[in-house]
């Protein structure tokens, strides 16, 4: 199976540039194995905005109710710059796929920079950086990650599950056929199944189109709910459900102790002792064995490209559930 090449929005400093605020450049395990597969699109907002490297750093700062963009150092005010950075770096954008974006930085992190008061203390709670939090509210029904998150291998797993689905629709919907349309959605129903089969049947429902809408409505519509579908990841009993009913197109094919031994391997991913590629791999195999050629489709059974497939895993963070 041929996998698309997702188009991710990626802080430069994540080995791309030397580009943080001290002049270092930080080198990424996982943002390195993902370069030949994807199409990174790097940007770095503080140089973007006219500050120099290295520089004095700048943090958010909360007064008057609001937070600041503040460089302590100098004094400025970068609030209004950042800002209008962002609107004309998201406006310019080509069609995405994700972000991938440096962790508290004030700029770039997802969900933990930190907060400072203006008299120089740490301020209550943390937030997303300026830069950040004008992709989550123009992009956020796409994946949009933090590297720091991407060491907990569910959290990892489910990007990378989605950045590619993305991606892959991205393209059927160039082609701009309803057949290509039909063709994705089948590849996507198990997919779907595990992630949610409510949205799995809303999206069968647009693209049986009993309306005759016209094409750009149900492809507009169907872009949507299945953005909606993969936007958070699937809690594991559901996942179970869609190994279950893949393991049912050759359970009378196996013999006793394979069919025991795969039952078990899924008891283990769901009690979290293995992970999801375990039984998946288990029923590649027995697919391209017996040459099952609705299975031989399904994305599901291998969602991006094995070589991105790691056991490394900080357990940090939420996860597949």
């Known amino acids: 199976m041929g996998f698309p090449r997702p188009r991710v929005v990626v802080s430069a400093c994540l080995g791309f540039a030397a580009c943080r ?23 770095c907002p503080e140089v973007e905005i006219g500050l120099g490297t290295p520089r004095p750093p700048v943090r958010l700062v909360q007064e008057k109710g ?22 004309a770096f998201l406006d310019r954008l080509p069609p995405v796929d994700g972000f991938l974006l440096k962790n508290r930085s004030p700029s770039c992190a997802v969900k933990d920079a930190m907060v400072y008061t203006a008299d120089g203390m740490r301020g209550p ?7 950040a939090e004008a992709v989550l509210e123009r992009f956020g029904d796409l994946p949009v990650e933090d590297e720091g998150r991407l060491t907990n291998r569910s959290i990892r797993e489910h ?37 949610s089969p409510r949205r ?4 069968g429902r647009i693209v049986a189109n009993p309306e005759r809408a016209p094409l750009e ?37 196996l013999s006793r102790a394979e069919k025991a031994h795969f039952l078990e391997t899924v008891a283990a991913y769901r009690a979290r002792r293995l992970p999801l590629s375990t039984p998946l791999a288990l ?14 489709q399904q994305a599901f059974l291998l969602p991006f490209p094995e070589e991105l497939i790691s056991l490394e895993d900080s357990g940090r963070g939420e ?3």
Request: glycine content about 6%; hydrophobic content about 50%; proline content about 5%.
């Open 200 to 203: 799995l049947g809303e999206l």
């Open 125 to 131: 709670g943390l937030r997303a950086g300026l830069f």
């Open 21 to 43: 605020y001290d002049g270092s450049l930080i080198p990424h395990r996982v943002v390195e194995a993902m370069g030949r597969y994807v199409e990174f699109i790097p940007v």
């Open 66 to 87: 609001t937070v600041r963009l503040m460089q302590p150092d100098t004094g400025k005010d970068l609030t209004e710059a950042m800002q209008r950075f962002a609107r």
């Open 283 to 296: 029923l590649r195999s027995w697919t391209a064995r017996f040459d099952e050629p609705y299975l031989r």
């Open 159 to 195: 990007f990378f599950t989605a950045i590619f689905a993305l991606a892959a629709l991205r393209e059927t919907l160039e082609e701009g056929r309803m057949k290509d349309l039909v063709a994705f959605h089948t590849r996507y129903k198990l997919l779907l199944m595990a992630y």
């Open 319 to 321: 996860g597949w559930v």
């Open 217 to 253: 409505t149900v492809r507009a519509r169907y872009a949507a709910a299945f953005r909606a579908a993969l936007r958070h990841p699937p809690h594991r009993p559901v996942v179970v459900n869609a190994l279950l009913h893949a393991f049912g197109y050759f359970s009378d094919r």
